[in-house]
């Protein structure tokens, strides 16, 4: 039992840290691939939607705000089955907004998974190659599409770009640890573009071109899954070239969504997160999801271990402050660039609470997970 408790704490430190540490030093490098023109007419934004009153002022607000010239961009709307004010919003919007291209358009369900069933049907409508992705509960910064311009006209061979994805926080616990894990992913995920390794990314910021979607085939073969438009894709992406593909590391480009308003609706959601996950080819991903789950599951069974004895004070307390010791340093790193002056008055409950989080999460992921009416295949 010794010899196991050591395994997951080390394991789980050194996967971990040298992914962090890969992604505080990441600096994109110029791809192997020939160039190509790096000419950029503009930019076709894809935002899939179903019941988001409530949201989608805020990103049209952002939206209007946008720094970047309104003929060179496209925003196309993929409603899927909204019952609510959805649609009167953006209506409205468009009318007010007539210098803007808007469109909206109803989803052709096609497969399991909405969001790929919309990506696949915007791109059909799409006036520019160069496509970028976000989520209808998002808030977009006014220099958005210009940071990803510049980095394709740095880097035109550009096969996908993931960008930065922030969550609001407020004066909650249960704000701070959804800040917290997304601050963490973020940090994995630019870690593992910088290794040549990618296999994380987020859909509610991520940019492709149409020529290269349609070159791997969208997401044949991967439409009979509910949820993974953003992991699939880049996997296929990555299986061309992972040098062409990059993490936009720019505060410009963090774009920023609102947390789930109770651990119920945390749970189902990650739950859903993992069952994508583990129907990917990547055994990065896997490998770092297990020694996740693995880590955490020790946190809360070491009690019991202790007073069974079969694992010594001494050698628990050990692994449980070499997990303490990366969990922070890994904050400490991410915050360096994700602005939140108030995680550390959060850490402790954090660290304590987010074990339960994570078993839970791999428990549930088990079972079929209900998302916005829906029963997710999985």
């Not at 915007?122 to 599409?145: G, Q, R, S």
């Not at 990314?201 to 991520?206: D, F, K, L, S």
């Not at 044949?220 to 438009?229: F, H, K, Q, T, V």
Request: with cysteine; hydrophobic share 45%; proline share 3%.
């Amino acid at each position: 039992m010794t010899f196991l408790a050591f395994f997951v704490g080390f394991g789980y430190a050194i996967i971990i840290l040298v992914l962090a540490m890969e992604a505080f030093t990441y600096k994109p490098e110029k791809p192997r691939k020939a160039p190509v023109s790096n000419h950029i007419s503009g930019f076709s934004i894809i935002v899939n939607f179903r019941n988001e009153q409530e949201r989608l002022p805020h990103l049209l607000d952002s939206i209007a705000k946008l720094n970047f010239a309104s003929n060179r961009m496209q925003f196309i709307f993929i409603n899927d089955d909204s019952t609510d004010r959805s649609m009167e919003i953006l209506t409205a919007f468009k009318a007010n907004h007539n210098h803007i291209d808007l469109v909206i358009y109803e989803r052709n369900v096609v497969s399991a998974s909405a969001k790929k069933d919309g990506i696949t049907q915007a791109l059909e409508h799409a006036k520019h190659d160069h496509i970028v992705t976000t989520d209808a509960d998002c808030v977009l910064p006014k220099n958005w599409l210009s940071t990803f311009e510049k980095h394709y006209k740095l880097f035109p061979s550009s096969l996908f770009v993931a960008a930065p994805v922030q969550i609001a926080t407020g004066n909650s616990i249960l704000e701070q640890v959804q800040a917290s894990e997304m601050v963490a992913l973020q940090l994995m995920t630019t870690g593992g573009f910088s290794i040549g390794q990618p296999f994380l990314c987020n859909g509610a910021n991520m940019s492709f071109t149409v020529s290269n979607f349609k070159e791997v085939g969208g997401y044949e073969g991967n439409d009979g899954i509910a949820s993974g438009d953003d992991i699939f894709l880049l996997e296929k992406l990555a299986a061309l070239d992972a040098s062409s593909c990059y993490y936009l590391k720019n505060e410009d480009a963090i774009v920023t969504t609102n947390p789930k308003s109770s651990w119920k609706e945390i749970i189902k959601q990650r739950a859903r997160w993992a069952q994508k996950g583990s129907k990917t080819k990547s055994l990065l991903n896997k490998l770092m999801s297990a020694q996740v789950f693995a880590a955490n599951l020790f946190v809360l069974i070491a009690p019991l271990l202790i007073y069974l004895d079969f694992l010594k004070f001494k050698i628990a307390m050990a692994v449980l402050a070499l997990k303490l010791f990366t969990d922070v340093l890994v904050l400490v790193i991410g915050y360096r660039f994700f602005e939140n002056n108030s995680w550390q008055w959060y850490v402790l409950p954090q660290l304590i609470i987010y074990p339960f989080v994570v078993v839970a999460v791999a428990v549930k992921s088990f079972t079929a997970v209900r998302w916005k009416g829906r029963v997710a295949q999985h």
